[in-house]
């Protein structure tokens, strides 16, 4: 069977179940009013914005946010912010992630 939520592949364990997890579930709940094709894109929106990166980094939400993780990790030691250091956005989360490897040209 399909989670109506999150669209995984579960085994039921009664014919009335619909949702594979507690997770899913507790989603549902939070969005009662959400029509079912609506809690499909609420659920994808909230697994971008909550769960962590595949890639194990750190994963900040908006550009800024990687904007100031930067400065504040290399306050103690160089200011302002060296070249070295820049911000990428994460082609597998969105999110957005520091790194010391050089940008790739384009």
Known sequence: MTCDVCGGEFTPADED????????????RAHKHARRKTLANLWKLHVRYTRPCPSGKVRHQKKR??????RVAVRLRYDP???WLRIYECPACHGWHL???PGRET
């Open 99 to 101: 790194t010391s490897k």
């Open 81 to 83: 912010v060296p070249d």
């Open 17 to 28: 179940q619909r949702r594979c997890s507690d997770e899913c579930l507790e989603f549902v």
């Open 65 to 70: 946010d990687a904007e100031q993780a930067a």
